[in-house]
């Protein structure tokens, strides 16, 4: 199982990035979606995740910090979730990793399956 995260990249403060997690052997409608970052010296946090289509349970959750700027949701076309970011700002900055498994955990290390990372700078 091989999660590719992209559309990271260096944007002005209030600027938006469109971040994507696609895989490629099995279908994400099946798994839970988690995005988490790391910023340098930080511990990995939670961002956003969404629940499989077949829990039917139709959850997502936020980090309340950017709950209202960003947005998690399934590209089914494309087998992916995508987490687009509006108003940015400086703290945003890290490495953003999507990971999968069958629920939302809150701790990362539940996680099964995760993506490279991909880098956001968010400039003042």
């Known amino acids: 199982v091989q999660l590719q995260a992209s559309g990271g990249g260096l944007v002005q403060a209030g600027g938006s990035l469109r971040l994507s997690c696609a895989a490629s052997?099995?279908?994400?409608?099946?798994?839970?979606i988690a995005w988490f970052r790391q910023a340098p010296g930080k511990e990995r946090e939670g961002v956003s995740c969404?629940?499989?289509?077949?829990?039917?349970?139709?959850?997502?959750w936020y980090e309340p910090s950017v709950k209202g700027r960003f947005t998690i949701s399934r590209d089914n076309a494309k087998n992916a979730v995508t987490l687009q970011m509006n108003s940015l700002k400086p703290e945003d900055t890290a490495v953003y990793y999507c990971?999968?498994?069958?629920?939302?955990?809150?701790?990362?290390?539940?996680?099964?399956?995760w993506g490279q990372g991909t880098q956001v700078t968010v400039s003042s």
């Open positions: 990971a999968a498994d069958s629920i939302c955990y809150s701790d990362p290390t539940s996680f099964g399956y």
């Open positions: 052997e099995f279908t994400l409608d099946s798994y839970a």
């Open positions: 969404i629940s499989s289509v077949s829990s039917r349970i139709g959850v997502t």
